[in-house]
């Protein structure tokens, strides 16, 4: 079965600060790959999403992820995180279908971004 | 553009009480989903629509919940009975179609007492 583990519960960084946070899926095959935010409150956001090509990903707010099939990994980075990036982050994926593109979506846990000013 | 609406945003009702959730999604997107966030298990798939075709409710815990979806638009999931661990946020998504983004609502909030 589909798993998403996202190691770090909760990271805390200084504004102007990069940021990486991590995630490991377990999947047979290619999947597709994505990464929400939400804020409190609010529902989730899609920040970028991988199916297929090129490894490196840009999404909106300056963020990107780059996706290693050896590592079984999709991590999400930012080079100076800004204090409005507080918020839950959730890495998910997603089967691909016999007739192309996807459904349901399997999250990780997420991880909790605090920002220091 | 209207995204994705749902009501009521919040819902307190009683442990063995039936409730009712409302999902708008944007409009023309055919396909439909319904997630639980719970503090206990996480982001969870609950069931979608995909057009005219029979939903896919792998994802639904129990019996006790149902959802319907009328004319292609509105959706609505029910639970029946409710419990004390049915108490979640309840996110309703839709998409264009399979394999497109989905778009989120802000949710139900969803205690039972």
């Known amino acids: 079965a589909q798993s998403v583990t996202q190691p770090d519960i909760h990271i805390t960084v200084s504004e102007g600060a990069s940021l990486e946070l991590r995630c490991n899926y377990s999947?047979?095959?290619?999947?597709?790959l994505f990464w929400y935010v939400q804020s409190p409150g609010q529902g989730l956001q899609l920040l970028l999403k991988?199916?297929?090509?090129?490894?490196l990903v840009q999404g909106i707010k300056g963020f990107e992820a780059e996706f290693k099939r050896s590592q079984s990994s999709f991590n999400l980075r930012k080079p100076s995180v800004h204090w409005s990036d507080a918020a839950e982050y959730f890495c998910?994926?997603?089967?691909?279908?016999?007739?192309?593109?996807?459904?349901?979506?399997?999250f990780g846990a997420g991880t909790r971004l605090a920002v220091h000013p | 553009g209207a995204g994705v609406s749902q009501s009521p945003s919040n819902k307190v009702t009683e442990k063995g009480k039936d409730v009712e959730l409302r999902c708008d999604p944007i409009?023309?997107?055919?396909?439909l989903y319904w997630y639980r966030q719970s503090l206990g298990q996480g982001l969870e798939f609950l069931i979608y629509?995909?057009?005219?075709?029979?939903?896919?409710k792998s994802g639904l815990p129990s019996d006790r919940f149902s959802a319907e979806r009328t004319g292609g638009s509105v959706s609505t999931l029910t639970i029946q009975r409710t419990q004390q661990e049915d108490s979640a946020v309840y996110l309703c998504?839709?998409?264009?179609?399979?394999?497109?983004?989905?778009?989120f609502g802000d949710g139900t909030r969803l205690s039972i007492l």
């Open positions: 629509f995909q057009g005219n075709s029979a939903p896919d």
């Open positions: 409009s023309g997107h055919t396909a």
């Open positions: 991988y199916f297929s090509g090129d490894t």
């Open positions: 998910a994926v997603a089967n691909e279908l016999f007739s192309g593109g996807y459904n349901k979506l399997i």
């Open positions: 998504a839709s998409s264009s179609d399979l394999g497109q983004p989905q778009h």
């Open positions: 999947y047979g095959a290619t999947p597709y």
